[in-house]
């Protein structure tokens, strides 16, 4: 019999999405549900949840005292299920899953995800009317840390998977919030959801689910030391025996420059001459120059320091001086904002810089650019390198975690054994990175081996067809 899978998590693509832990609770699911998993997903219902599917009301439960509707709807364009965990007092807000319309955390943050934990908690254990045991609980992420701990006292309980996306989010709370919450006593210990005598929701699944996973095998080594443990490099180590990486598929439908509805013109391996097109089309929206022979280099991301950004703003005055183009897409730190937008103003034939959240863009960008920046401190796994490959369009990365993993350095060798599929430099400094860019600057000069390079990465498979059957096999070992 294949297990059922309940998998929580904080967002979803397209219903909701902040960052690449929304692509995979959205392709991922649905990888699965192909190769006949009954997967079904639960999240809270938030205002800002976008669909065409249909939404109805489930049932209702009761937990520490407050009563919480259950919805259900579908992942839209699949047959999966979603219940949407529905209290309007904490969710039904404009705003992200994490902060408000002005950027600032929700107030409330411990009390939303801990209602939250506790209805998946409910619905792991079968005890919300909706009629389904499942075997496995797949937890994702702090916002749901706090399952596996609940579900650890209950005496006849699904087996439980927690997957890290980020070490640096974590769920920390004052002590005084573990007491507001109510949670069991016997959680709270050093061994326990206790952190430096603070609350910390990541620690419920480090500590408590049977096994981890995170979502690249080079992650899942770094996450042992303290550069990127952020305190828990301990607790991991201790539990490395169940502790595996899996790198993230992507949803090859969605990022498809074939059939990509949200580009100018489509193309593929065979009409890879047709992707200059998007460059003219993107040239044009932001009113640059149309050149087709000066190089685009594309940033698509969050603006956190986790992203490297303080390192793009200090090569931006050198870059500015070579025969290029940049364009960036991103929101985040105020600081990077305001820097980003003032050289966007000075230089506008040069850099088009684009703040805020924008899906066709994001998409337009893969398409037209000729060079994609990744230069992160620290990279899980990463999905715009992996979008970029498949875009044709060259990603210049940092050695660290799953883009490690999946971009192949140019070198003498790489390239006679034709594996080489971008750039990839060590040190975190913008003297790497701006040798970096020069190098593939030479490259792109280079226009026999620039095909080389694209045609490499658009030929990798990085669809789930792997991946998922990688987290079958740890369902079917529970
Ligand atoms: P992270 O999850 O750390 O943000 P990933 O590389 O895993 O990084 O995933 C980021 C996802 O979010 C990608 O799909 C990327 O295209 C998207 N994204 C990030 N910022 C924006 C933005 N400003 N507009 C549109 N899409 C964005
Ligand atoms: C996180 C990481 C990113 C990863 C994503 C999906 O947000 O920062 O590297 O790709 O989760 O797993």
Known sequence: MMKKILFVTSEAHPLIKTGGLADVSGSLPKALAELGVDVRLIMPNYRAIKTTEEIYYKSTVRVNNTDVNILETRLPGTQVIVWLVDYPEFFDFPGNPYVDEQGNAWANTAERFALFCRIAVEVAMNRSYLEWTPDIIHCNDWQSGLVPALLSLEASRPATVFTIHNMAYQGIFPKTTEASLNLPKSLWNPDGIEFNDMLSFIKGGLAYADRITTVSPTYAQEIQTADFGYGLEGLLSHRKEVLTGII??????????????????????????????????????????????????????????????????????????????????????????????????????????????????????????????MPSRFEPCGLNQLYSQRYATVPIVRKTGGLADTVVDTLPETLSKNTATGFVFNEATSGALMETIKRALIVYSQPKTWKQLQTTGMKKDYSWTKSAKEYMALYEQL
């Not at 183009?325 to 305001?338: D, I, R």
């Open 248 to 373: 993230n598929g992507i949803d090859a439908n969605q990022w498809d420059p074939e059939t990509d509805a949200y580009i100018s013109e489509r193309y593929n391996i065979s009409t890879l001459n047709k992707k200059q097109l998007n460059k003219t089309a993107l040239q044009n929206k932001h009113s640059l120059p149309v050149d087709n022979n000066i190089p685009v280099i594309a940033l698509v991301s969050r603006l956190v320091e986790q992203k490297g950004i303080d390192l793009v703003l200090e090569c931006l005055p050198e870059m500015l001086t070579l025969p290029l183009q940049f364009f960036l897409l991103g929101n985040g730190n105020k600081s990077f904002e305001q820097q980003l937008s003032l050289f966007a103003e000075t230089y506008p034939d040069k850099i088009a810089i684009t703040i805020g959240y924008d899906e066709a863009l994001a998409h337009l960008l893969e398409a037209g650019a000729d060079i994609f920046l």
